[in-house]
C-alpha cells in the first residue's frame, strides 16, 4: 500500500508544470520576498526605513509587486506594517512600479513620509519624498503622512496616476497648475472624511 501510494505521487509531481519564474525566494536577510525575474513580491522585515537593494542572490531587482509592503495579519485584517516604515528607497535597477505597490503603501498607515529614488534611475525620480516618472511629467504617488497640509504639484506635471494621493488625509490643499490635463481614476480618493481642495495657479 505504501509503495503504491509513493508511485502515485511520483506520478502526480512528474505531471505538474513547474513554473520557476513565479517560485517565491526569500533573501538572505530574511526581508524580502521576490521571484526569479527580478520581481520583489513582498517586504517581511520589520525596519522602518526599506532599502530595497538592486541585487538579491545574484538576482537583479527590476520590478516591484503590487501590494509590497501590504502584509496583513493573519488572525484579523490589520496591516502589520502601518505603524513602522517611513520610507522606501528605490534602486537604480527598478523600472516597472506596479499601481498600488507605493501608492498605498501601508494602508492604513501613521508614519510612512518618504520616497527615495536612486539618481540614475532611468524610469523613476523623487522630488521632497514624492514619487514622479523620469521626467517628472507623471505624479505616481504622494506618501500617505508626507508631512505638511499643503501641496504644490510641480508645473512639469501633466498627468496625476490612479491612487497618487489616495488617503492622504494630512493634506487639505492641493495646488495644480496648468500644465496638469490629466487626473485618473481615484487619484484624490479618501477612506475617510476630509475637506481636500484642488484649485489652478494662475500665474
Request: proline share 2%; glycine share 6%; net charge positive.
Given at each position: 500500500m505504501k509503495k503504491q501510494l509513493k508511485i502515485r505521487r511520483q506520478k502526480a509531481i512528474s505531471n505538474f508544470a513547474f513554473d520557476s519564474e513565479s517560485e517565491i525566494l526569500i533573501s538572505d536577510d530574511g526581508k524580502f520576498e521576490y521571484?526569479?525575474?527580478?520581481?520583489?513580491?513582498r517586504y517581511i522585515g520589520s525596519d522602518s526605513d526599506i532599502i530595497i537593494?538592486?541585487?538579491?542572490?545574484?538576482?537583479?531587482?527590476?520590478s516591484i509587486e503590487?501590494?509590497?509592503?501590504?502584509?496583513?495579519?493573519?488572525?484579523?485584517?490589520?496591516?502589520?506594517?502601518g505603524n513602522i516604515i517611513k520610507s522606501i528607497s528605490i534602486p537604480s535597477t527598478v523600472t516597472n512600479i506596479e499601481i498600488d505597490s507605493l501608492g498605498l503603501l501601508n494602508r492604513p498607515s501613521?508614519?510612512?513620509?518618504?520616497?527615495?529614488?536612486?539618481n540614475n534611475n532611468p524610469a523613476?525620480?523623487?522630488?521632497?519624498?514624492?514619487?514622479?516618472?523620469?521626467?517628472k511629467?507623471?505624479?505616481?504617488?504622494?506618501?500617505?503622512?508626507?508631512?505638511?497640509t499643503s501641496f504644490v504639484i510641480p508645473n512639469t506635471v501633466t498627468t496625476i496616476e490612479n491612487y497618487a494621493f489616495q488617503e492622504c488625509n494630512n493634506l487639505h490643499t492641493v495646488l495644480m497648475q496648468n500644465s496638469v490635463t490629466s487626473i485618473k481614476d481615484r487619484a484624490f480618493?479618501?477612506?475617510?472624511?476630509?475637506?481636500?481642495?484642488?484649485?489652478?495657479?494662475?500665474?
Open positions: 521571484h526569479k525575474d527580478g520581481t520583489l513580491h537593494p538592486s541585487v538579491i542572490n545574484g538576482t537583479t531587482i527590476k503590487k501590494g509590497f509592503a501590504n502584509r496583513k495579519s493573519r488572525y484579523s485584517n490589520t496591516y502589520l506594517l501613521t508614519v510612512f513620509q518618504k520616497i527615495i529614488v536612486d523613476y525620480c523623487s522630488e521632497d519624498g514624492v514619487l514622479y516618472n523620469k521626467d511629467t507623471v505624479l505616481l504617488a504622494y506618501p500617505i503622512c508626507k508631512n505638511g480618493a479618501l477612506k475617510f472624511h476630509c475637506k481636500l481642495n484642488t484649485s489652478r495657479d494662475n500665474k
